[in-house]
């Protein structure tokens, strides 16, 4: 490996080596966002997929067709899939979140409105079932359709679990293991199945990407309290805000005495948010070790998606999806 090469992170590294997959996948993406009688869906859906986001979820699917063999084409067309699940997820999150910012830019549904957001999201889900439907494969289909429904649940476990304090670190990876890691570890699986790997392998895959994504959301949720709006592509404290109840919270509430956990219920169950109450948080998760915690618990997550790739041939992908594991929590090592 060159001196160049290896400082780039994992994730640049895993772009370069699948660099002509993904131009086919952007390609067919292009193709399939078209829309010959409404123009604002491919205004809208452009507007998030050319946003610079990094591709996360289809390189994995890729990487791990790859790793078992494949030689194409329907990878592209899962990878495809994957993005359009995704992204179709980020434009009703949006929504429900009333969010202003998504990577660093302006939300579809304050650029547009809200009845576009939803919508897009809905055409591009039906998008992906077609796509899905094109390579054939039942079990790609039951696979991909499950992860759907396991993500539309976790979001609704959210909206009644966010704001109560009784949410517990279960029901807190619940939530996680439904709306984010879902579609990770079926990006992972589907690469194994369209690949005709072997049970072991398919499941190491699965693993993986659930363990890969429960880590990714816990430095998401992490972030929000102490990253930077460039880096996180939201602004700091958006939890907070929508009085979301996430792990390193839940974890000081578990903590709390009597008068930390009343400052909890007003400005997380009550939403009576005043002037340097997310200053007071701050100091609260800090008091009680929650932010350290939260990522010894990324960390943890991190280390068990590198042992879930053990059954599967060792390569260069193996090795680049193991140093990825790494670099999702990078940012908070």
Same mark, same amino acid.
């Given at each position: 490996?060159?001196?160049?090469?290896?400082?780039?992170?994992?994730?640049?590294?895993?772009?370069?080596?699948?660099?002509?997959?993904?131009?086919?996948?952007?390609?067919?993406?292009?193709?399939?966002?078209?829309?010959?009688?409404?123009?604002?869906?491919?205004?809208?859906?452009?507007?998030?997929?050319?946003?610079?986001?990094?591709?996360?979820?289809?390189?994995?699917?890729?990487?791990?067709?790859?790793?078992?063999?494949?030689?194409?084409?329907?990878?592209?067309?899962?990878?495809?899939?994957?993005?359009?699940?995704?992204?179709?997820?980020?434009?009703?999150?949006?929504?429900?979140?009333?969010?202003?910012?998504?990577?660093?830019?302006?939300?579809?549904?304050?650029?547009?409105?809200?009845?576009?957001?939803?919508?897009?999201?809905?055409?591009?889900?039906?998008?992906?079932?077609?796509?899905?439907?094109?390579?054939?494969?039942?079990?790609?289909?039951?696979?991909?359709?499950? %992860?759907?429904? /396991?993500? $539309?649940? @976790?979001?609704?476990?959210?909206?009644? =679990? *966010?704001?109560?304090?009784?949410? +517990?670190?279960?029901?807190?990876?619940?939530?996680?293991?439904?709306?984010?890691?879902?579609?990770?570890?079926?990006?992972?699986?589907?690469?194994?199945?369209?690949?005709?790997?072997?049970?072991?392998?398919?499941?190491?895959?699965?693993?993986?990407?659930?363990?890969?994504?429960?880590?990714?959301?816990?430095?998401?949720?992490?972030?929000?309290?102490?990253?930077?709006?460039?880096?996180?592509?939201?602004?700091?404290?958006?939890?907070?805000?929508?009085?979301?109840?996430?792990?390193?919270?839940?974890?000081?509430?578990?903590?709390?005495?009597?008068?930390?956990?009343?400052?909890?219920?007003?400005?997380?169950?009550?939403?009576?948010?005043?002037?340097?109450?997310?200053?007071?948080?701050?100091?609260?998760?800090?008091?009680?070790?929650?932010?350290? %915690?939260?990522? /010894?618990? $990324?960390? @943890?997550?991190?280390?068990?998606?590198? =042992? *879930?790739?053990?059954?599967?041939? +060792?390569?260069?992908?193996?090795?680049?999806?193991?140093?990825?594991?790494?670099?999702?929590?990078?940012?908070?090592?």
């Amino acid at each position: 490996m060159g001196l160049v090469e290896a400082r780039q992170a994992p994730h640049d590294r895993l772009a370069a080596y699948l660099a002509e997959d993904m131009d086919a996948v952007n390609a067919l993406i292009r193709t399939r966002m078209a829309s010959e009688h409404a123009p604002r869906i491919p205004e809208v859906t452009a507007h998030l997929v050319e946003a610079g986001g990094k591709r996360l979820r289809p390189m994995l699917t890729l990487a791990a067709a790859r790793m078992c063999g494949y030689a194409g084409p329907f990878h592209v067309h899962l990878a495809a899939t994957v993005e359009f699940i995704h992204t179709a997820t980020l434009l009703h999150d949006d929504v429900v979140d009333e969010s202003a910012q998504r990577r660093g830019r302006p939300t579809a549904n304050l650029l547009w409105d809200n009845k576009s957001s939803v919508l897009v999201g809905d055409y591009l889900f039906a998008r992906s079932f077609q796509l899905m439907i094109e390579t054939g494969s039942l079990r790609v289909l039951d696979i991909l359709a499950n %992860a759907s429904a /396991t993500i $539309a649940e @976790g979001e609704v476990l959210q909206l009644t =679990a *966010a704001q109560d304090l009784k949410t +517990d670190e279960g029901i807190y990876l619940q939530v996680v293991r439904g709306k984010t890691a879902a579609l990770f570890s079926a990006a992972t699986e589907v690469g194994g199945v369209v690949a005709g790997a072997e049970e072991a392998q398919v499941a190491a895959l699965h693993d993986y990407g659930d363990a890969l994504g429960v880590a990714f959301q816990i430095v998401d949720d992490l972030l929000d309290y102490g990253g930077t709006t460039a880096v996180i592509g939201k602004n700091t404290g958006d939890d907070f805000r929508e009085r979301k109840l996430t792990l390193p919270v839940i974890k000081a509430v578990a903590a709390a005495d009597a008068e930390e956990r009343a400052f909890w219920v007003r400005v997380i169950e009550k939403g009576k948010q005043e002037e340097g109450d997310l200053d007071h948080a701050m100091t609260l998760l800090k008091r009680h070790g929650a932010l350290e %915690a939260t990522r /010894t618990a $990324a960390l @943890g997550w991190a280390a068990r998606a590198k =042992a *879930a790739l053990e059954p599967l041939p +060792d390569s260069e992908l193996k090795t680049l999806l193991g140093d990825l594991a790494d670099y999702v929590v990078a940012r908070v090592a």
